[in-house]
Nanobody
Framework: QVQLVESGGGLVQAGGSLRLSCAASGRTFNTYAMNWFRQAPGKEREFVASSTWNGSRTFYADSVKGRFTISRDNAKNTVYLQMNSLKPEDTAVYYC????????????WGQGTQVTVSS
């Protein structure tokens, strides 16, 4: 079982940037597909971005396409979410999630990190 710790959240003005990090425990990080989700107050958790186990393919929600970039460093057991051109509607708790067995197995969640974008 993998354990995930997110960091990098904070308060930023609209138009600004933040980079979130998610550090994973264990020696099998390179067998996990990695994802970012977010949950705004009063809303359901929604998909933001994902990366295959080796980073060869990435996927994005339409709402963040062209502004956010997911990347991973398997040597550091870390996945990143670079967020540019932030908007107030990006305000949410951002969660990292790991899907075992190259994306076909169980999903594990981090505790989340708050991102607040002021207008």
């Amino acid at each position: 079982q993998v354990q995930l710790v997110e960091s990098g959240g904070g308060l930023v003005q609209a138009g600004g940037s933040l980079r979130l990090s998610c550090a994973a425990s264990g020696r099998t990080f390179n067998t996990y597909a990695m994802n970012w989700f977010r949950q705004a107050p009063g809303k359901e958790r929604e998909f933001v971005a994902s990366s295959t186990w080796n980073g060869s393919r990435t996927f994005y929600a339409d709402s963040v396409k062209g502004r956010f970039t997911i990347s991973r460093d398997n040597a550091k057991n870390t996945v990143y979410l670079q967020m540019n051109s932030l908007k107030p509607e990006d305000t949410a708790v951002y969660y990292c999630a790991a899907d075992s067995n190259y994306g076909l197995g169980s999903r594990y969640w981090g505790q989340g990190t708050q991102v607040t974008v002021s207008s």
